[in-house]
């Protein structure tokens, strides 16, 4: 029995609809990393898809990594929320995914697939990782440090072999039953540019060609149908 403890500090976090869009689902691993890329920009961004099902509604969470190298300020996804997510403890970033799923009324009948890059999939991961009211359908993680995490939801984990923020979770990425991880070695100038997220998306377009069947096993567990159109809700998130 794999029981987390986790300490909570009540913060005061904002999340502000700023942006709200049609879209259509993602059909291939680089539409979903481009869409990624596309949340950073001026402030902190969190992009929330939400598309009808039958029963309830498919969502896909866009979480960015870290956007500032500050341990104080206004932006929840900085230095200080990666190391606090890191060692246990729910990070403001956490705090501000959780508060914008709460918004959008996400319970029971639906199934959130979380998508992240850097201290972005440490957050999602985290909370994949609980018990929630919805069904988490999956986590694909560019760059994240998650190796320690006890994931039950079919995992994706992308990481570059030159990217030293990927092995901060502990070690290596695992292979399970449930979760591949897929590690890419491309010659790049710095380790910073292997962690980049336009690294990331290129790595994803070539996986796209992949004819692994363990890939494509996990990979169709948290797929969509194509062609359905939803609304993309974008949040500024701040202390």
């Known amino acids: 029995l794999h029981l987390s403890i986790r300490r909570q500090r009540q913060m005061c976090i904002r999340d502000r609809l700023i942006k709200l869009s049609q879209v259509q689902t993602a059909e291939s ?11 950073y920009g001026t402030g902190s961004k969190i992009s929330i898809e939400v598309y009808p099902l039958g029963y309830g509604r498919q969502i896909n969470v866009y979480v960015p990594g870290t956007q500032s190298f500050s341990f104080a300020g206004n932006n ?39 998508i992240g890059h850097s201290q972005g999939a440490l957050v999602a991961g985290n909370i994949s990782e609980q018990i929630q009211s919805y069904e988490v359908k999956g986590l694909i993680s560019f760059g994240g440090p998650i190796s320690h995490l006890d994931l039950k939801a079919p995992t994706i984990a992308i990481s570059h072999q030159s990217d030293p923020v990927s092995v901060l979770g502990g070690g290596v990425n695992p292979m399970r039953e449930n979760w ?7 010659d790049f100038k710095s380790l910073v540019d292997a962690h980049r997220m336009a690294a990331y998306e290129k790595t994803a377009a070539e996986l796209d060609q992949a004819t692994d069947e363990g890939f494509r096993r996990i990979q169709g567990k948290m797929w969509q149908d194509p062609g359905v159109f939803g609304l993309r809700y974008s949040f500024e998130i701040a202390r």
């Open 29 to 39: 691993m680089a539409e979903h990393a481009a869409r990624l890329r596309a949340s």
């Open 76 to 114: 929840p996804l900085n230095i200080r929320s990666g190391l606090t997510a890191l060692g246990g403890s729910v990070a403001p970033s956490e705090q501000a995914v959780q508060q914008a799923l709460a918004q959008l009324g996400a319970g029971p009948g639906d199934r959130v697939l979380f």
């Open 180 to 186: 591949v991880t897929v590690s890419g070695d491309a």
